[in-house]
């Protein structure tokens, strides 16, 4: 059981908008802490995707958006590719445990 | 670009300890945060703990009491070791570095390409 939760599955048509939740508590997010999101293709290292709940490295897409608000999260992908099918975590910070959280990934399928 | 590396044995018997090092190059250890973390096989990201230039250490309360991370900054290079292992233990490791100077709750920015441990006698 992740402290973030975040739904198993999504998917989405080419050329359509889909979103990730992630789920925390007042521990983490609603305790404020930054929300960092990474995107992970088979057999591979996860790639920091969104830092700092909104912001996005340098090189990402800005079809990939991030927002906040209250203990939630959640992470967009306009304009759906066929290269966007891969798991995507949320990650964050918790008080209670004095450490780093990740919610338990959702794989996206583009249909 | 900051690169990370993890090195160590890729199979490891129940009841040793799993050890690994993870080296940083094209870039200084120093005045960041470091975290170890794990996948089991088809599952999510498990964090493991961290660590800081100095030594200072935050471990995941599941794993605390078999876990434990040290840097060495005179060799850029930080360590796990686990104890007292078992098949459950079976898990790609990742290293990886906080974002941010002196932060320990930012974003995991380079990561490591990964190690693959088998617990299995």
């Known amino acids: 059981q992740s402290v973030l939760t975040q739904p198993p599955s999504v998917s989405g048509a080419p050329g359509q908008r889909v979103t990730f939740s992630c789920t925390g508590s007042?521990?983490?997010?609603?305790?404020?802490?930054?929300v960092h999101w990474f995107q992970q293709l088979p057999g591979t290292a996860p790639k920091l995707l969104i830092y700092?709940?909104?912001n996005r490295p340098s090189g990402v897409p800005d079809r990939f958006s991030g927002s906040k608000s209250d203990t939630s999260a959640s992470l967009a992908i306009t304009g759906l590719r066929a290269e966007d099918e891969a798991s995507y975590y949320c990650?964050?910070?918790?008080?209670?445990?004095?450490?780093?959280?990740f919610g338990g990934g959702t794989k996206l399928t583009v249909l | 670009q900051v690169q990370l590396q993890e090195s160590g044995p890729g199979l490891v018997k129940p009841s040793e300890t799993l050890s690994l090092t993870c080296s940083v190059s094209r870039g200084s250890i120093i005045n960041y945060y470091w975290s170890w973390i794990r996948q089991s096989p088809g599952k999510g990201l498990e964090w493991i703990g961290r660590?800081?230039?100095?030594?200072?250490?935050n471990y995941n309360p599941s794993l605390k009491s078999r876990v434990t991370i040290s840097v060495d900054t005179s060799k850029n290079q930080f360590s796990l070791k686990l104890s007292s292992v078992n098949a459950a233990d079976t898990a790609v490791y990742f290293c990886?570095?906080?974002?941010?100077?002196?932060?320990?709750?930012?974003?995991?920015?380079?990561w490591g390409q990964g190690t693959l441990v088998t617990v299995s006698s």
């Open positions: 700092d709940n909104i």
């Open positions: 660590v800081y230039d100095s030594g200072s250490t």
């Open positions: 990650q964050s910070y918790d008080s209670s445990l004095s450490g780093v959280v």
């Open positions: 990886a570095r906080h974002r941010l100077l002196y932060s320990g709750t930012s974003g995991l920015d380079y």
């Open positions: 007042s521990s983490n997010i609603g305790a404020g802490y930054d």
